[in-house]
Structures are given as C-alpha cells and as structure tokens.
C-alpha cells in the first residue's frame, strides 16, 4: 500500500493505515495549507490510538516526528517537484508545511534537538544532487543505505535553510 497521508493523534503519529482503518480518498492535489478536517476511523479493537486525524493530502510521506514542546511535526516526503524524499516541517495541524532539507539527494531520518533550534537528518545530498536508485523491495519493504548518507543538522526557521553542518566525517558503510 502507497502512504499519501501522515496520520496523527494526540499520543502517537501513526505512519500507515492497517486494514481496520478507513479514511475518505480525496484526489491528489497540490499541499493544501489550511487542510481540512479528516477523522480516521480506527478499528474498534485497538486502544492506543484515538482522536487520529489525515494532515497530509499529497505524496508519499513517512517518518514522522513531533516537535519536543508537541507544536510542529518533521517528516519525509517525495512530492513535486522533488523526485526523492526531502524533509518538511508542519504544524501539528497540518498547516505551514515547509521544506527544510537542501532538496537534493535523498533525505532520511529527520528529528527536532530538544531546544527545538536544529533538525538532525541523514543526507545523500553531499555525495550527489541526484536521487540514488531505489532500494530492491522484491522480498519487502526495505530502507537502502547508502554509502552516501551522512549525518547534517540545520538551524530552524526555513529562513536559514541553506545553512547545513555535517556532524561526521567518515563514509557509511555499506
């Protein structure tokens, strides 16, 4: 199943809808700022999760985290005009997504410091401005590493988005 949608609850952001879930499909568009209200209803069974609601509306999107102080969330998303994931940041409703990673290479695994002042994020931008071939998902869902990933953190707003600072030296081994 292809993820267009980030999920959210009051508790935990849920990454993908199972079978017991069931939202309405709204036809791609471009990222709505303002997006409407979209309850997701959960299979009965579960007890985790309550008060889930769709933030995202465009792309495929995955890895989401919130903020420290609960206000913003930080996920990964491929969609236009990026070929491969980049990171964006979003308020907790949804509202004033924004890019934060370079828009090169492919991104993963982006996080908030505590202080809530950087985002920390693995990269492949460095070792090329193109997107790396995807992983081989014959056997499953899979997640490549690449020997071009390293480690970058940047300053938060949006304003100083060209600002990155690698946090290692070393290549990743593959």
Same mark, same amino acid.
């Given at each position: 199943?292809?993820? =267009?949608?980030?999920?959210?609850?009051?508790?935990?952001?849920?990454?993908?809808?199972?079978?017991?879930?069931?939202?309405?499909?709204?036809?791609?568009?471009?990222?709505?700022?303002?997006?409407?209200?979209?309850?997701?209803?959960?299979?009965?069974?579960?007890?985790?999760?309550?008060?889930?609601?769709?933030?995202?509306? =465009?792309?495929?999107?995955?890895?989401?985290?919130?903020?420290?102080?609960?206000?913003?969330?930080?996920?990964?998303?491929?969609?236009?005009?990026?070929?491969?994931?980049?990171?964006?940041?979003?308020?907790?409703?949804?509202?004033?997504?924004?890019?934060?990673?370079?828009?090169?290479?492919?991104?993963?695994?982006?996080?908030?410091?505590?202080?809530?002042?950087?985002?920390?994020?693995?990269? =492949?931008?460095?070792?090329?401005?193109?997107?790396?071939?995807?992983?081989?998902?014959?056997?499953?869902?899979?997640?490549?590493?690449?020997?071009?990933?390293?480690?970058?953190?940047?300053?938060?707003?949006?304003?100083?988005?060209?600002?990155?600072?690698?946090?290692?030296?070393?290549?990743?081994?593959?």
């Amino acid at each position: 199943m292809k993820l =267009t949608g980030i999920l959210a609850t009051s508790v935990v952001t849920a990454l993908a809808l199972g079978p017991g879930y069931s939202a309405q499909v709204q036809p791609p568009q471009a990222q709505l700022q303002n997006p409407p209200e979209m309850r997701i209803t959960g299979d009965p069974k579960e007890v985790h999760l309550k008060n889930i609601r769709q933030l995202t509306y =465009t792309g495929e999107n995955a890895e989401a985290y919130f903020s420290y102080d609960g206000k913003k969330i930080i996920f990964q998303s491929t969609r236009e005009p990026y070929k491969c994931d980049q990171l964006f940041t979003m308020n907790k409703d949804g509202t004033n997504v924004q890019l934060v990673s370079t828009g090169r290479g492919r991104v993963t695994c982006g996080y908030f410091t505590p202080d809530g002042q950087r985002i920390i994020y693995a990269s =492949t931008h460095l070792g090329s401005p193109d997107c790396p071939p995807p992983a081989d998902r014959s056997e499953g869902y899979v997640w490549a590493i690449y020997p071009s990933f390293h480690l970058g953190a940047r300053r938060r707003p949006r304003a100083l988005r060209h600002e990155h600072r690698r946090l290692e030296s070393a290549p990743a081994d593959p």
